[in-house]
């Protein structure tokens, strides 16, 4: 019997509190639609359906949905108003409304699209709410590039993210909405300024499409594949750059670079020659053959396009030191040959007194360069019995 009362007064209580919560729920929607109706204090009728729906016994109501998407469109449209009779409105507060706009208008699509317990499907909002917003979708973007302007990658990214959802979501199926390849060009630049890979690579094809900004897709491609360390993908992207922008500086070095690195000389060179065809007087791809060239031990040949710079430029100060450093890689062959001591020697010495003039020149236009023209002009003096300037040489190694 007991047992009973108690059974019965739990369930009395429950059914109250149900109650209860249900009048509240009502009360504040209808204290919300009020609000709405007379275009006042329209941030607290949102305000009052954002709080009912931090309850998860409230989340899958479509009224409390419905009625925030309602105070979301007031406040909008009462902000476009002011913008266009060119009263003071926050601009940043303005894109924000639009955005939260259509997070609540797709969030209550996804609802009202759910089926019902007979599993039967009766989409009552999407048509007019998606031609409502279609008018003012670009704004997403729009909210996008200026937070982007603003230095703000991270709003500018989840704009330009939204914007490109749309396309994706079930409310706008009817639209069709093309891929839009400059947006996704602004995201992945917006991940890239974050420092982000994974927003980075997010729409890092379709951001391809877009042949304005494609050089600069590719950098920040070939950058995030090398902060990954996928070093494939980072030399792909590198050879998919330089292919298309032969004369971007930044493709091939980093290219050359690469190859340098690891010691793989004929595709640096390979690279090097490709450029040249295109622009055979350039004298940043000039130079790095010659670099390649001493790597390779092509003294003979590195000496010949260092000259070809010089006699166009003769302020070219790495193509002296490239030239002074084969001439001496020239003498310290000899050492492996078998040719008589004498003979050698005077050889040698013939190789320095070649060196002596690029590392002398190079000194001259790169006196802060110390540690590579110092020990150079040591072995060169130091070969040629030339006194006094090897103690010049001398003295200034000891410092």
């Known amino acids: 019997m007991l047992f009973r009362l108690m059974k019965r007064l739990f369930f009395c209580i429950a059914l109250t509190l149900v109650c209860s919560t249900f009048y509240a729920q009502k009360k504040e929607i209808s204290q919300a639609k ?23 016994a409230n989340q899958q109501n479509l009224k409390i949905h419905a009625t925030l998407t309602e105070a979301l469109r007031a406040q909008y449209e009462q902000s476009n108003e ?32 759910q089926p019902d317990e007979k599993g039967r499907v009766k989409i ?49 199926s009817s639209y069709n909405y093309q891929p839009d390849s400059v947006a996704a060009y602004w995201a992945l630049f917006c991940g890239y300024k974050l420092n982000c890979p994974s927003k980075t690579l997010r729409h890092a094809d379709l951001a391809k499409r877009d ?31 330089f292919l298309r922008y032969k004369l971007s500086p930044y493709f091939f070095t980093h290219l050359i670079d690469f190859y340098g690195g690891v010691h793989r000389y004929n595709s640096a060179l390979d690279i090097a020659d490709q450029a040249l065809e295109v622009c055979p007087h350039n004298e940043l791809f000039l130079l790095a053959k010659s670099n390649t060239l001493l790597n390779m031990g092509h003294y003979g040949d590195c000496i010949s396009v ?64 110390k540690d590579k023209w110092a020990s150079a002009l040591y072995n060169i003096y130091l070969n040629l019995n030339l006194g006094r300037q090897f103690e010049e040489i001398d003295a200034l190694l000891r410092k």
Not at 83 to 92: E, F, G, I, N, P
Not at 216 to 240: C, G, I, P, R
Not at 342 to 359: D, L, T
Request: one cysteine or more; charged letters at 25%; proline letters at 2%.
């Open 34 to 56: 009020t609000y709405i109706k007379s275009g006042k204090n329209l941030d607290k009728a949102e305000q009052l359906m954002m709080k009912l729906l931090t309850d998860s």
């Open 124 to 172: 009552k909002y999407r048509s007019k709410n998606a031609a409502y917003l279609n008018k003012y979708r670009r704004n997403l973007f729009n909210g996008g590039a200026w937070f982007i302007r603003k230095q703000n990658f991270e709003r500018g990214y989840t704009f330009m993210r939204n914007y490109l959802s749309c396309g994706r979501q079930p409310l706008f």
């Open 306 to 369: 260092c000259d070809s710079i010089i006699a166009r430029n003769d302020s070219a100060a790495d193509a002296y030191y490239n030239a002074g450093a084969a001439w001496m890689n020239k003498a310290f062959e000899l050492e492996k040959t078998a040719m008589k001591e004498n003979r050698r020697v005077k050889q040698q010495q013939e190789f320095y007194r070649k060196a002596q003039p690029y590392m002398e020149k190079y000194r001259a236009l790169r006196p802060e360069n």
């Open 82 to 113: 002011k913008m266009y009779l060119r009263q003071k409105v926050d601009t940043a507060s303005v894109f924000e409304l639009a955005l939260r706009m259509f997070q609540a208008h797709e969030t209550l699509d996804t609802l009202d699209a």
């Open 211 to 241: 042949s304005t900004h494609l050089e600069n897709t590719l950098q920040y491609l070939s950058e995030t594949y090398l902060q990954l360390n996928d070093t494939a993908k980072y030399v792909s992207t590198l050879h998919e750059g």
